[in-house]
Nanobody, 131 residues
Framework: QVRLAESGGGSVQAGGSQRLSCAAS????????MGWFRQTPGKDREEVAA?????????YYADSVKGRFTISQDNAKNIVYLQMNSLKPEDTAMYYC???????????????????????WGQGTQVTVSS
């Protein structure tokens, strides 16, 4: 069972940067899609980025974050990062790390996946961007 723990959230001014980390422990391997989602009150979780630990394809980015966010991984440490630059107030949300077995379908479908397709979740970390 993979356990996920996010860190790095906090408050930042618009235009600033922040890096989130997701540490994975337990039964980790290189056939996992790691995704970052975000959620605001009253809305569904939105997949913003995903990366396949086996490296078979490039990462996926939602249109809303493309060019501003970068997802990366440190396989030795079992950590996935989300570097967020040029932050906007609309990026304010609870950010969650998630995992699912296999490649990242969002990369091939060119659209975000439903949160229901991921099987493991962290507790989330709040990011607040002020104008």
């Amino acid at each position: 069972q993979v356990r996920l723990a996010e860190s790095g959230g906090g408050s930042v001014q618009a235009g600033g940067s922040q890096r989130l980390s997701c540490a994975a422990s337990g039964a980790t391997d290189d056939n996992v899609c790691m995704g970052w989602f975000r959620q605001t009150p009253g809305k569904d979780r939105e997949e913003v980025a995903a990366i396949y630990t086996g490296g078979a394809h490039n990462p996926y980015y939602a249109d809303s974050v493309k060019g501003r966010f970068t997802i990366s991984q440190d396989n030795a440490k079992n950590i996935v990062y989300l570097q967020m630059n040029s932050l906007k107030p609309e990026d304010t949300a609870m950010y969650y790390c998630a995992a699912r077995i296999g490649t990242c379908p969002s990369y091939y479908y060119l659209r975000p996946l439903s949160a229901a397709t991921y099987t493991n979740w962290g507790q989330g970390t709040q990011v607040t961007v002020s104008s």
